[in-house]
């Protein structure tokens, strides 16, 4: 872990655009103290539960009193472009977007900036973006939780020594498993075209759907204009494609 560095892995998940989401957290303060956080909402979307992760985190480091320089990760470029770049655009614009509509999830990311002004002016406070699913162990733990969250899966959320967490969970939080290169490979291959799909995943007038078969999607977006649409081979696959799009979907 860095030197006097509080370490922040954030992820959010969503069961439907909207639907039931949740969102996970890890903190690890300077002192190699771990908190896992989490919480969940009943009707949510992918960037609401990204954002909340991160404005979880941010309270509990608040709160807590924690000391140290602040690096919160993240495998959502929506947060991380927002955060650190739109969020002052959309306040000098009176929260609009560059088109004049109301900006989306306003209510969090008011909530963060507040927050993070705050912070700031007793941290250092850095982002840093993360790939999702490639077996860095805090991103993974932190989607567990949002998972389960989501999921409404009874889970006991760890408080306690650095050292003792990754025999836990198997590894070092700040890289990955043993196993990573073998976790890639496979992965790689079974996202082999040949492979059966997992599900479909379609973009339509800024509405992303999941869909168990071709056929779904088809009907969907065919003779559609402007529509997106791809197969996926893992549920991770399918999270992963659907934040981005997501961010697409509501970018400025």
């Not at 990204?50 to 929506?78: C, F, M, P, Q, W």
Request: proline share 2%; charged share 25%.
């Amino acid at each position: 872990m860095k030197e006097n560095t509080i370490t922040i892995f954030t992820d959010g998940s969503s069961r439907g655009n909207p639907g039931p989401g949740g969102w996970g957290a890890v903190v690890i303060d300077a002192s190699g103290k771990v908190y896992e956080l989490g919480g969940r909402e009943d009707h949510t979307t992918n960037n609401r539960v990204e954002i909340a992760a991160a404005l979880g985190a941010l309270a509990h480091v608040e709160s807590r009193k924690l000391v140290g320089d602040i690096e919160v990760n993240t495998d959502s470029a929506y947060l991380l472009q927002g955060i650190t770049g739109w969020v002052f655009g959309w306040e000098k614009n009176g929260w609009k977007t560059k088109t004049g509509d109301d900006v989306l999830n306003q209510d969090l990311w008011r909530e963060l900036g507040a927050l993070v002004t705050r912070l700031k002016m007793k941290h250092a406070l850095m982002w840093n973006k993360v790939g999702g699913h490639i077996g860095l162990l805090g991103n993974e733990r932190a989607d567990l939780i949002a998972t389960n969250c989501a999921d409404k899966t009874q889970q006991l959320l760890y408080v306690g020594p650095l050292d003792q967490y990754e025999q836990l969970i198997g590894g070092s939080v700040f890289s990955g498993t043993s196993d990573e290169k073998i976790v890639q490979k496979k992965a790689k291959k079974k996202s082999s075209s040949a492979a059966p799909a997992y599900s479909y995943v379609s973009l339509l007038d800024g509405k992303i759907e999941t869909h168990k078969t071709w056929a779904e999607c088809e009907r969907r977006v065919k003779g559609k204009k402007a529509t997106k649409f791809k197969k996926v081979f893992s549920k991770q696959e399918e999270d992963s494609l659907k934040h981005e799009w997501s961010t697409l979907a509501h970018k400025t």
